[in-house]
């Protein structure tokens, strides 16, 4: 099955400075890459993806890259901003059955006035 | 902005008994997936539903659960006889198709006295 790790597991930066949370996945037919935002005692939600047709994906402050040849995509996101603060999750798929999604353990990234 | 709906948004059970949490995916979509997150812990999947049927489920998803479409709309998770460790927040999810994005209800937070 899909085994997906995440670093670090928590991650603290200043305002303004970058941050950059790096997943790595073991199914290499795996070919759709997303990454959740989960704030405090609420759902996950997508903030962005991206296919494995493509290397890199921008989304104003928001990045994603993906080497299929090292099996990992990294979440990079620029000018951060204290409501940036919250635990990211990357996901995986498995293929066959229900395409179920399999995250990561997450990161809790503060971001420091 | 359609979403998938839960409820109840809290369920307080004793042990033993049965719980039934409901979940209304977005119209269109045709995967349905259950997942929880125990406290401070990863999303962890636990069952997939497409074409009317079980289409994968993980070594948490045993006996004691199951799943129901019981109409075109109500999508259930049946807990049989809770346990403590079944204290979680549950997720609901639905997508379109495979490789398209998970959407996330706001969840049911189960405690189990």
């Known amino acids: 099955g899909e085994n997906v790790e995440q670093h670090p597991s928590t991650l603290s930066v200043q305002e303004g400075d970058s941050a950059v949370i790096k997943c790595t996945y073991s199914?290499?037919?795996?070919?759709?890459f997303p990454w959740y935002k989960q704030e405090l005692g609420k759902r996950p939600q997508l903030i962005i993806d991206?296919?494995?047709?493509?290397g890199e994906k921008k989304d104003q402050r928001i990045a994603v890259t993906l080497n299929k040849t090292a099996k990992h995509f990294s979440l990079h996101i620029t000018e951060t901003q204290p409501e940036d603060s919250a635990v990211y999750f990357c996901?995986?798929?498995?293929?066959?059955?229900?395409?179920?999604?399999?995250f990561g353990t997450g990161t809790q990234l503060k971001v420091e006035l | 902005e359609p979403e998938v709906t839960q409820t109840p948004s809290h369920q307080v059970t004793q042990m033993g008994q049965e719980v039934i949490l409901r979940c209304v995916p977005i119209?269109?979509?045709?995967?349905f997936y259950w997942y929880r997150q125990i406290l401070g812990q990863k999303v962890e999947f636990l069952v997939s539903?497409?074409?009317?049927?079980?289409?994968?489920k993980s070594e948490i998803f045993d006996d004691q659960f199951s799943v129901e479409r019981p109409d075109g709309s109500n999508f259930t998770l049946k807990i049989r006889s809770t346990k403590l460790e079944d204290s979680a927040m549950y997720f609901c999810?639905?997508?379109?198709?495979?490789?398209?994005?998970?959407?996330f209800g706001q969840g049911t937070r189960l405690t189990v006295v």
């Open positions: 999810a639905s997508r379109e198709g495979m490789n398209t994005e998970a959407f």
């Open positions: 199914d290499s037919a795996s070919n759709y």
């Open positions: 991206i296919r494995s047709n493509v």
């Open positions: 996901a995986a798929p498995r293929k066959g059955g229900g395409n179920k999604l399999t």
């Open positions: 119209s269109n979509h045709l995967y």
């Open positions: 539903f497409y074409n009317n049927e079980i289409s994968e």
